[in-house]
């Protein structure tokens, strides 16, 4: 029996949303902050939840570990910091469950543990978009002691952690909507591997052989027909075989031409 599309679906996005959800976690580039007062036209402060860089268009030079206490003290940057540390711990979780419940190895999905594992996707990517989504709501509003400018932007980070989110979201509920329909044996999408009935030659009774008894018939003298092979014999008289005619004449002339 095949393995449903939906838990193929949902094993496949879950570690893609992993993947963008662990960037966008220890990158530092949650938000932008360009022209700055009193600084350079090219720099571009970068501020994320563990770190502050600074980075210039003109060049590659990156400068990291910037103080700002201001703004690691507003509310949702730890909340930020926790929730994404517990999504990211949550996905491993949920695939390490989901894993041997989908079985690539055994004849039958377990619905129950694969849903199980779907379930903890979903919460894990329920906890990505939550401080992505308030961080994106205050994004001009947080504080911060080196960000003075007007020109703050969304930073990469943001957009991975939605993109992240919503894969995990998907591929958790894909998951939860397969055990919920497969639940009592349904399986949707699938096909039995039972391996196909061998054909059995149906032997049909023989037919009973009833011996007949042979009558054995005398033969009789008398018969019903009233007349006999010499009756026969007697009223009509067989022609008798003409025998060889003689050439030779009675008399001793001379033939005529006529006779020749």
């Known amino acids: 029996m095949r393995t449903p599309g939906m838990l193929i679906f949902g094993m496949v996005l879950s570690p893609c949303g992993w993947i963008l959800d662990l960037t966008s976690t220890v990158a530092p580039n949650w938000r932008e902050n360009r022209n700055l007062p009193s600084e350079s036209q090219d720099l571009v402060l970068q501020q994320g939840i563990w770190d502050i860089c600074k980075t210039f268009d003109s060049s590659r030079n990156i400068e990291c570990n910037q103080p700002d206490v201001p703004y ?148 009789s003298s008398a018969s019903s027909v009233p007349y006999s092979k010499d009756s026969f014999d007697d009223d009509f008289p067989r022609a008798k075989t003409p025998g060889n005619r003689s050439t030779s004449t009675s008399y001793g002339g001379r033939p005529y031409d006529a006779d020749l």
């Open 72 to 219: 690691f003290n507003n509310q949702v940057i730890p909340v930020a910091q926790g929730l994404m540390v517990a999504s990211l711990l949550v996905t491993l979780l949920g695939l390490a469950i989901a894993t041997p419940g989908v079985r690539c190895w055994r004849d039958r999905p377990n619905y129950t543990i694969a849903g199980l594992g779907g379930l903890l996707i979903f919460l894990s990517g329920v906890m990505t978009i939550i401080p992505v989504a308030w961080y994106t709501h205050i994004l001009k509003n947080i504080t911060s002691l080196t960000a003075t400018g007007d020109d703050i932007r969304v930073g990469y980070c943001i957009v991975l952690g939605y993109i992240g989110g919503i894969m995990q979201v998907l591929a958790g509920l894909a998951m939860v909507i397969v055990m919920c329909s497969c639940c009592g044996g349904k399986n949707r999408g699938e096909k039995s591997s039972d391996p196909p009935e061998k054909f059995t030659h149906t032997k049909y009774p023989m037919a009973r052989r009833i011996e007949v008894p042979s009558i054995s018939r005398s033969k």
